[in-house]
Every structure is written in structure tokens, then in C-alpha cells.
């Protein structure tokens, strides 16, 4: 059976479909983007051959193992033909062992043109690691106030063509108490890492990739150390606008959403709003009084966000007086800046 490396993989086999044969759980846990889950045994045969494997002997695992995937061989050949009906797949499980090495001799035996990742996914996710840890794309900042319409301006950047990475998107988070309104669950970090490697390995080396600035935790996830250090480090174009504009944008953004998830996300500022402005929040939401809610919550954001600015303290930030609240507007400003 012929092995490829993570790095041979990404660097020149895309056209092979990769199949990750360990359990849902595990895949659910973090996958390689696009890796076709596979599984050689759910979560509970994967606990109960591991068992054996701890507690009585290696083979009294792999004789389970046999029967458990003996009654799976069929499905297990139609569904990577689904999968990849070209036949051409790379097959990988945790450490790149018995499982993926079992299913790889099945699909190789039912004349697929199969590969078997080498170290498995730990392999890969050491790859991927190492990937990120590595300047290929000078990083440009777009930073501003909550409220500054900092990612529609990202978007804008985009459709003018030049290269993006939405972390919030990828994180599935706006960054703030209201940041999980009308999201999808966020990814682990580990997925999360996955997520951005695979949109920074799809724009070319050396070509200037344009972010949002976000703090080292997203919600819940965080963002990879040597990532960070280079957003940290990176040139930063600070958008000011009027207060007025800002409002416009929150309440775009959040006025839709359900009171009660409104109520709730400045219910967690309690502390930091303090009660007084916390029940004028409230007040105004029952009354839908949006404009005065946003303001409220621009009293604390606003101090965070000089907080933030003056602790990280990037090398070179240039102030960006909007004309105009149209993002596009915004974007061909930032552009014949750059």
C-alpha cells in the first residue's frame, strides 16, 4: 500500500478524495476541510475495541475489530464509490494504523486507486500547525469601534478583488455578547484552525490578505498563537465615522433579532454596564426603541475597544475618516490608500 505525506497530499493530490475512517465523534471533533467521513466503527465500537485493547490483549481488540468491520465491508465499498466515483481516495484514520490501513486493502481489493495518509489525521493536523505557523501572506487589518461595519467593509474589499479571511465567518461569531445571535454553533478550535488553513492555502504565497480585527478569542474559539502574532503585528487601517452611522449599523444588524436574546445578551454586561444602564437598555428594547439600546451599548464597547487598542499598540495604524457609509465607498477609500 502506498503512503502519501500530508504535505504531498495538499501540495499535488487534490483530485483524490480523502476518506477519514474514524468515528463520527472523532471526526465531529475536527476533520481536514472536505475530508468524506467513513467510519470503520461508530463511537461505541471504537470504546468497546479500545477496552479490549487496554484490558484484555491486542488481539482480543483486533478479533472484535474483524467482526465488527465483516459486516460492514459492502456498505463501506458503496459509499466510498459514492464518494469518489473516479476511484482515486486517500484514507486516513487517527495515526494512519489498522483501521485506515484495513479499509485502504478493501477499496484497493474492490479496484480503487487508493493512497494511505501517513501519521493520520495527528500527522495532518501537525502539518497543518506547522502551516499556519508560517508567513505566506503579508495581513492587513481593518479595525474600528463596534459598530464601524468593520466585515460588511471586508466583504466590500473582496468584491472589489482582493483576498479576504472572514474569521468571524469561519468562527461563526461576531466577536461580542450579541456575537452568537443568528449564528451556527461555533467549531472547536481545532476545526476552527482547519477552517482557516484551508481558506489561506486557497489564495497564492505572497499575495496581501485583508482581515477584520478580532481579539485572540472569538466567542469561544482561539485563534492559533502565531496567527495572532502577525494580526497583532500587522499594518491597521482604523475606520472613524460618525456615531450616528454606527448606530445605523447595530441596529441593521441586531434590531431583527428576538427580544429576549437581545435582553439576554445585555443582561451579560451587567457588570460592566452596570445596573443603571442595563435597565435603560432593557427599557428601551421593550419599547423597541433600538437606536437608544445601541447607544447604551456603545458606552461599554467603546471603552473596550480603547482598552484593546491601546494594549496592543500596532506598529502602524492609519486613520481612516469615512465619507460615506456605503462599505464599497469604504473600500475604495481603503484601496487608494494601500
Known amino acids: 500500500m502506498q503512503t502519501l505525506t500530508a504535505e504531498t497530499f495538499f501540495a499535488g493530490e487534490a483530485d483524490r478524495v480523502l476518506l477519514d475512517v474514524r468515528s463520527p465523534g472523532e471526526y465531529a471533533r475536527g476533520h481536514a476541510p472536505g475530508a468524506v467521513n467513513l467510519p470503520l466503527f461508530s463511537d461505541a465500537e471504537r470504546a468497546e475495541v479500545g477496552t479490549l485493547y487496554k484490558q484484555e490483549s491486542p488481539d482480543a481488540a483486533l478479533l472484535r475489530g474483524l467482526e465488527i468491520a465483516g459486516g460492514k465491508m459492502r456498505q463501506l465499498v458503496e459509499s466510498a464509490r459514492a464518494a469518489a466515483p473516479q476511484g482515486r481516495v486517500v484514507v486516513q484514520c487517527w495515526r494512519g494504523g489498522q483501521r485506515s490501513g484495513s479499509v485502504a486493502w478493501l477499496l484497493e481489493k474492490a479496484g480503487m486507486d487508493v493512497r494511505q495518509l501517513a501519521g493520520g489525521y495527528k500527522a495532518y493536523r501537525a502539518f ?52 452568537a445571535l443568528g449564528e451556527a454553533p461555533q467549531p472547536t478550535t481545532e476545526s476552527f484552525e482547519n ?138 477609500q481603503i484601496l487608494n490608500l494601500a
Open 195 to 332: 477552517l482557516l488553513f484551508a481558506a489561506l492555502r486557497r489564495i497564492p504565497p505572497g499575495r496581501t490578505v485583508w482581515v477584520e480585527d478580532e481579539s485572540r478569542m472569538i466567542g469561544i474559539v482561539c485563534q492559533p498563537d502565531a496567527f495572532y502574532d502577525r494580526l497583532v503585528a500587522a499594518p491597521v487601517i482604523e475606520l472613524e465615522q460618525p456615531e450616528e452611522w454606527r448606530v445605523a449599523n447595530l441596529v441593521r444588524d441586531y434590531a431583527g433579532y428576538q427580544p429576549e436574546d437581545l435582553a439576554a445578551a445585555f443582561t451579560r454586561l451587567r457588570k460592566r454596564l452596570g445596573g443603571q444602564h442595563l435597565q435603560a437598555a432593557l427599557k428601551a428594547l421593550e419599547q423597541q426603541d433600538f437606536p437608544t439600546a445601541a447607544r447604551i451599548a456603545l458606552v461599554y464597547y467603546d471603552k473596550t475597544y480603547a482598552h484593546y487598542a491601546a494594549r496592543k499598540g500596532a506598529g502602524e495604524v492609519t486613520r481612516l475618516t469615512l465619507q460615506d457609509p456605503d462599505p464599497a465607498v469604504t473600500a475604495r
Open 128 to 179: 497543518v500547525r506547522s502551516w499556519l505557523a508560517t508567513e505566506r501572506h503579508p495581513l492587513r487589518v481593518i479595525s474600528g469601534p463596534t459598530g464601524s461595519g468593520k466585515t460588511r467593509v471586508l466583504h466590500a474589499l473582496a468584491a472589489a478583488g482582493e483576498s479576504i479571511i472572514d474569521l468571524e465567518g469561519l468562527a461563526n461569531h461576531k466577536g461580542s455578547s450579541f456575537g
